[in-house]
């Protein structure tokens, strides 16, 4: 939601399909790149039972870095011989993830240029017709590439429906008060399906935006030193792989509080390292 909300900001900020395709690309691609290598050339030796050599001559390895390197059309999440005796099989099944948001990105790129995210009323329109599309056929909804996605589809649509309508949409308690009790009396009508996912949806994007928004509500500003927050994605799914392969699967809290910190240490570094350095890039290339 947060997504939707934010993207849809950045490119009518920007109104250029070329700057917000330059921005959308240096924030993705040069951290998940170098995840990628640490994973294939680093942690994959370290932690396969093949030998060396047929680790590095399986077909496999490489499509792992070249398929996911591009994010299209979808994950693949094991590498030969790596944590396949862990309670879940997989390297880093968070990136399921980043497919799904990069197909967001390119949706909100072909209403930008349409001129269609610049005009409210179209827009609503838009989003109107894809809501009943979902409605209808929610399995085919956003152009996603697999089934059950189709939520992440609607939170980001709501995102973007806020930013759009920010002027319109008053973020009180007297409207979080009526989506609730919507919310609530949808619950204990038994009504369920597609209908209580809409409001709950609605409900729930909301309330973030209330947190968000409220003037006494003020969160702690932890990007204060830096956005970390890729970085802590990218890396908690295959710390705690090895977390788990190394110290076993049954000492949790260890492996909680150990992960943790080792995730924070790569996402710090990769903020400082790639992140950073790639966002000053913003103009560079389009200049060339």
Not at 53 to 62: D, K, L, V
Not at 136 to 152: G, I
Request: proline fraction near 6%.
């Amino acid at each position: 939601m947060l997504s939707g909300y934010l993207v849809s900001k950045s490119y009518l900020s920007r109104q250029s399909l070329l700057v917000y395709a330059e921005a959308r690309i240096l924030r993705i691609y040069p951290a998940l790149w170098l995840n990628l290598l640490l994973i294939v050339l680093v942690l994959g030796p370290a932690a396969t039972t093949l030998d060396l050599r047929a680790y590095f001559s399986h077909q496999g390895t490489w499509s792992y870095l070249g398929h996911n390197a591009r994010l299209f059309p979808d994950i693949l999440h094991r590498l030969p011989g790596v944590f396949l005796d862990n309670p879940r099989p997989g390297v880093n099944g968070s990136l399921w993830t980043l497919p799904v948001e990069v197909r967001m990105y390119l949706i909100v790129a072909v209403l930008g240029a349409t001129r269609v995210l610049a005009h409210r009323h179209v827009f609503n329109a838009v989003a109107l017709a894809m809501v009943i599309f979902y409605a209808l056929a929610p399995e085919h909804f956003f152009l996603l590439h697999h089934p059950r996605q189709e939520r992440l589809g609607v939170y980001f649509l709501l995102g973007a429906l806020f930013f759009v309508n920010a002027r319109q949409i008053p973020v009180t308690l007297t409207g979080l008060a009526l989506l609730s009790t919507a919310l609530g009396g949808f619950y204990w009508a038994s009504v369920r399906g597609t209908a209580f996912n809409l409001v709950y949806a609605t409900w729930f994007a909301y309330l973030v935006l209330y947190i968000s928004f409220h003037p006494r509500l003020k969160m702690p500003d932890l990007g204060k030193h830096g956005d970390f927050s890729y970085g802590l994605y990218l890396y908690a799914f295959p710390v705690t792989q090895s977390c788990i392969l190394w110290l076993g699967p049954d000492r949790p809290w260890l492996i909680l509080a150990l992960g943790f910190v080792i995730t924070l240490l790569f996402a710090v570094l990769s903020w400082f390292i790639v992140e950073k350095p790639a966002l000053r890039l913003k103009g560079l290339l389009r200049g060339r």
